[in-house]
C-alpha cells in the first residue's frame, strides 16, 4: 500500500516507523527536515513538496499540531486535497476541534474523497510501541477502511460517530486525564507532607477507590514508577502545551454547547499557570511541581 503521512513529530514520527515496518511504501513531509530526513533514514521517500507526497497515494495520514494547520495543508493556497485520488482514504490523526474537522472532510466529501478523523490516545510510548487508540469520527464503511492501516499503529479502534465525533470524544477523554492527574498529584503531595512514602501510598490508593490510570500507568512522582516521565526529570511524553491546546479547545467545546465543565475550566487554569511558570515543554505530569512548590 503506498502511503503519505504528514507530520513527523514526537507522535507522528513513531506512527510513521510502524507503517514502514509493516511493510508500506511511505512518503513523507514535513515542515522540518531533520525529521523527514530521520525517516529516509529508515526507508521513507522524502519530497520537497506536499503535494509530490499524495500522487498515486492510497491513504493519506495527517498527525498535525492545530487545525489551522490541517486547514492549511488540505485546503490552503497550496493544499493537498486538489491532488489526492478520489479513490484514496484521508485519515487526519490531528487533535484538533470539531468544527475545523466536519469542514475539512465535508470538502473532501464534495471532491469525492473519502476522509475521517482519528485522533489518537496512548501518547508517545503508545506510538513507538504501536498500541495506540484511534477515536474515529466518520461512517461506519469508512472507518471499517481505515481500520486494517489505524492497526498497524495501534491496538484499538473505536467509531464515535460522524465526522468530528473523533475529536469530540478525545477532548473529553483529556479533560478528564488532567483532573485525575491533577488529583493525584494532589493526593501524594498531601500524603508526602504528612510524613508518607508516595511508593506505599500510591501501592495503597491503586487497591482502594482512588485508583486510576494516572496514578496506575503514568505515576505523577519521581521515582515511584521507573518508567514514567517523572523518574526522568518529566523529559518526553506528552507536554504541558499540548495539554493546554486540548484543554482549551474542551472548553471552547463546553461553551458551545452549553455544558458546564467547571472542573475541566480549573484544570485548564492549573495547567495556563503551570506552562507560564516556565513548564510548557514538560511533561504534563510535571504539575505535581507545582503541589511541590506551593507546599
Known amino acids: 500500500m503506498k502511503i503519505a503521512f504528514f507530520g513527523l513529530g514526537h507522535m507522528g514520527g ?8 509493516a511493510g508500506h511504501e511511505l ?34 495520514i495527517s498527525m498535525l499540531p492545530s487545525g489551522k494547520a490541517v ?15 478520489s479513490s484514496a482514504l484521508v485519515i487526519d490523526c490531528s487533535t484538533i476541534d470539531a468544527a475545523t474537522a466536519k469542514h475539512v472532510s465535508r470538502q473532501a466529501q464534495q471532491a469525492g474523497i473519502s476522509m475521517i478523523d482519528a485522533p489518537v490516545s496512548g501518547g508517545v510510548a503508545g506510538a513507538a510501541a504501536g498500541t495506540l487508540t484511534f477515536i474515529c469520527g466518520g461512517s461506519e464503511e469508512q472507518v471499517a477502511q481505515a481500520e486494517p492501516v489505524l492497526l498497524q499503529m495501534g491496538k484499538k479502534v473505536f467509531r464515535a460517530g460522524d465526522h468530528g ?13 488532567a483532573i485525575h492527574m491533577i488529583g493525584t498529584c494532589e493526593a501524594l ?21 482512588g485508583r486510576n490510570w494516572s496514578l496506575e500507568l503514568y505515576n505523577p512522582w519521581p521515582g515511584v514508577m521507573e518508567n514514567a516521565p517523572a523518574s526522568r526529570g518529566y523529559a518526553g511524553g506528552f507536554a504541558v502545551n499540548l495539554m493546554n491546546k486540548d484543554l482549551g479547545l474542551a472548553v471552547e467545546a463546553a461553551m458551545d454547547s452549553g455544558t458546564n465543565t467547571p472542573l475541566g475550566a480549573l484544570a485548564k487554569s492549573l ?5 507560564s511558570e516556565g513548564s510548557g515543554q514538560l511533561d504534563f505530569s510535571s ?7 506551593d507546599s
Open 27 to 60: 512518503t513523507v513531509f514535513d515542515l522540518q527536515s531533520a525529521l523527514v530526513d530521520g525517516l529516509a533514514a529508515q526507508g521513507a521517500i522524502a519530497v520537497q513538496q506536499p503535494a509530490d507526497a499524495v500522487i498515486d497515494a492510497d491513504v493519506v
Open 271 to 275: 495547567y495556563a499557570l503551570h506552562a
Open 165 to 177: 465525533a473523533g475529536q469530540t470524544a478525545k477532548l473529553c477523554n483529556n479533560m478528564l486525564l
Open 287 to 293: 504539575i505535581q511541581q507545582m503541589f511541590a512548590r
Open 71 to 85: 486547514s492549511s495543508l488540505y485546503l490552503g493556497e497550496q493544499g493537498i486535497l486538489r491532488h489526492i485520488a
Open 189 to 209: 503531595q498531601l500524603g508526602a507532607d504528612h510524613g508518607l512514602d508516595p511508593k506505599v501510598l500510591s501501592e495503597i490508593m491503586l487497591a482502594s477507590s
Open 14 to 21: 513513531p506512527m510513521a516507523t510502524n507503517l514502514l515496518k
